[in-house]
């Protein structure tokens, strides 16, 4: 196994220095919101909130799930989701000015629609106060059920993502037993039968002890359920008590899915060590709109 406090030289982090990016950081302080970037220690912070992109977690800090690689703490939540937190939400993107912000959770199982009327809501508000910002959610799997899945969809964000997080080999013994592989990709399926034209996304991690024969395989089968876009990064152990890195891939490792993933037919591939899920996720999004939008993905019903 990989020493996760040793990286190798690749593990380059660009240093916040623009304006714009001191600016999101005083308001994120200000405004009481929470930002995956900032509570992840995400490395791309200072890349994607200088270019106006950031991501903001909603209905509280605990989720109901407990997978081995992430920070998050678990349990059962002792309040709803907050009923403010819709206007609160859009206020705060207001204010921050940014272009495009992905709004994900933590999973919510206790709650009878498992969280998705609060998205919708949240989605809403959103495109209310800031008409011109994009929004992408990255939910949980909502165990695949059709209703909560249309919640989210029918609230029309610009992209839903749902992350299968790793190859289907590795998900029992790193994703809670309650995620699995194959809802993952029914949630991803569903939304497309929903509505067909809406762009979908999932991320993998590697670095957990997978061959690259099974990173090919998952990505074929986020092909199959018509996902457009795909992030692939370095997993990186949040602390000792998580799952270990087996080992650390090289930038021509990542390179090559980049490479294949393209050749599959996936709109835009993001793959480097340094990856997260949300990754330069408005260029990507307005990308994929300039050159045509989602014609790709007309086939996936």
Not at 53 to 66: E, S, W, Y
Not at 110 to 136: M, N, W, Y
Not at 196 to 211: D, F, L, N, Y
Request: net charge neutral; glycine share 6%; proline share 6%.
């Amino acid at each position: 196994m990989a020493d996760y406090k040793k990286k190798p030289d690749w593990f380059k982090i660009k240093l916040p220095t623009s304006t714009r990016f001191s600016k999101t950081q005083d308001i994120v302080k200000s405004s009481g919101v929470a930002t995956v970037c900032e509570e992840a220690s995400c490395p791309n912070i200072s890349e994607c909130w200088t270019q106006g992109t950031a991501t903001f977690m909603i209905m509280g800090d605990t989720c109901t799930r407990a997978c081995r690689f992430c920070n998050v703490k678990t349990g059962i939540p002792k309040m709803p989701p907050d009923s403010k937190e819709p206007e609160n939400l859009a206020e705060a993107i207001k204010e921050f000015g940014v272009e495009y912000v992905v709004i994900t959770s933590v999973n919510r199982d206790e709650l009878p629609d498992g969280g998705s009327g609060h998205f919708a809501k949240c989605i809403r508000a959103i495109q209310e106060k800031c008409p011109s910002t994009l929004v992408e959610v990255l939910t949980p799997d909502f165990f695949a059920n059709e209703k909560q899945i249309r919640n989210v969809v029918e609230a029309k964000p610009n992209v839903y993502a749902h992350n299968i997080e790793v190859v289907k080999e590795l998900q029992r013994e790193i994703r809670d037993p309650r995620a699995s592989y194959a809802n993952s990709l029914e949630t991803l399926r569903t939304v497309k039968r929903i509505d067909r034209k809406m762009p979908t996304k999932s991320s993998i991690m590697v670095g957990v002890g997978e061959t690259q024969e099974q990173v090919l395989q998952a990505m074929g089968d986020l092909r199959d359920a018509g996902v457009s876009f795909l992030t692939v990064g370095q997993y990186l152990r949040p602390t000792e008590n998580h799952y270990p890195v087996n080992e650390f891939i090289h930038p021509d490792v990542f390179k090559f899915y980049e490479e294949e993933g393209t050749k599959i037919g996936f709109d835009y591939v993001a793959s480097g060590p340094l990856v997260r899920s949300s990754y330069k996720a408005g260029e990507y999004y307005i990308k994929n709109m300039l050159d045509g939008g989602n014609g790709k993905e007309e086939g996936f019903v």
